[in-house]
């Protein structure tokens, strides 16, 4: 495994590491998910992504009965959580967004599923329009006064956004966030790379990326339609299967899925292992976060580090940027 600094932080997290949403209560019980735990920590992974948002709160309740099961130290491991969308199907006014109230209410709630006595990283999942900026970055920094969280972040936020947080927090002597989570692979790179990239310059923002496959969209297999099974078959997961097979944008990013898949049979690569090292390739890549619903794949997204040698071929690198 290899390690990287979270930004600026001194907080050194895998370069891969291992998220939840979707799989984790739909398709991974506590059972299989001590299972994969036990790998990924076995090959050198020290964070875990989770958010009360996924499967509203049972994602991170199947986490922490997994990784309590497993009986490993806690300084031995990096777990989050995240905070805006509630862990409500229908959540009051109080139970989402980005208020002090919320905020800290559902950090609480957190710990209480994780089974844990402080989150190593919490982000605001979403930026919320009805809070000030200002509030939930007092909220932010007064949990990590005390004690109940270390680092603070921002996830899918704009960069001006995140400026705005920043340039708040310093000026009033606040803790500012360490990091942002954004979706970045082969298909979806502008914000990262060119929205991003003056945050990366001025701050030394950390990342903890997401998708590295486009929801496995890079993996070729919804090339041919929906497989049973898969996450764009999911029931509450229609929207995942328009929006990447069956509308128009859909069809465009299987176009470039199939140009893709060419390419890594032209070099006799994993495309699955491929797309997922690239990611690594960009320096302002903290950790690619992994997902997977069963060991199978978990093992074989694992080796994708073996993978960066086969960048030292220029014309393949090449090849891939014009996806």
């Known amino acids: 495994m290899q390690y990287r ?120 999942h979403r930026a919320d329009p009805d809070t000030p900026t200002e509030e939930t970055v007092w909220a932010m920094h007064n949990l990590i006064t005390q004690g109940k969280i270390l680092y603070w972040g921002t996830s899918e936020w704009t960069a001006e956004e995140i400026s705005q947080a920043y340039e708040f927090a310093i ?42 496959l486009a929801s496995g969209a890079l993996t070729g297999k919804y090339l041919e339609g929906v497989p049973d099974g898969s996450r764009a078959s999911l029931k509450g997961y229609e929207w995942l299967r328009k929006h990447m097979i069956e509308s128009d944008r859909g069809q465009e990013r299987m176009n470039r899925v199939s140009k893709y898949i060419e390419i890594t049979k032209k070099y ?26 069963d060991m199978t794949q978990l093992k074989n997204n694992l080796k994708s580090l073996d993978y960066l040698k086969n960048f030292d071929d220029a014309d393949l690198t090449e090849a891939l940027r014009k996806v």
């Open 268 to 293: 006799n690569l994993d495309p699955t292992k491929l797309a997922i090292a690239w990611c690594l390739l960009n320096k302002n890549v903290s950790t690619v976060i992994l997902g997977a619903s």
């Open 171 to 212: 000026e009033n002597n606040l803790t500012p966030p360490t990091m942002e989570q954004p979706q970045y692979n082969l298909l979806d790179r502008q914000r990262f790379e060119v929205e991003y990239n003056p945050i990366f310059e001025k701050y030394n923002m950390g990342t903890t990326t997401w998708s590295p």
């Open 5 to 124: 600094n979270l930004g600026k932080s001194g907080l050194k997290v895998s370069a891969l590491s291992f998220g939840s949403w979707v799989t984790f209560h739909k398709q991974v019980d506590s059972k299989l998910a001590e299972r994969m735990f036990g790998m990924c920590l076995d090959a050198g992974v020290n964070f875990f992504d989770n958010a009360e948002g996924y499967e509203r709160g049972m994602s991170e309740i199947v986490m922490g009965e997994a990784l309590k099961s497993l009986g490993r130290s806690r300084d031995s491991y990096c777990v989050s959580s995240k905070v805006f969308f509630g862990a409500h199907d229908n959540p009051l006014p109080t139970q989402m967004g980005l208020s002090r109230k919320h905020v800290t209410e559902a950090c609480n709630q957190a710990l209480q599923r994780l089974q844990v006595d402080y989150l190593d990283l919490y982000f605001c």
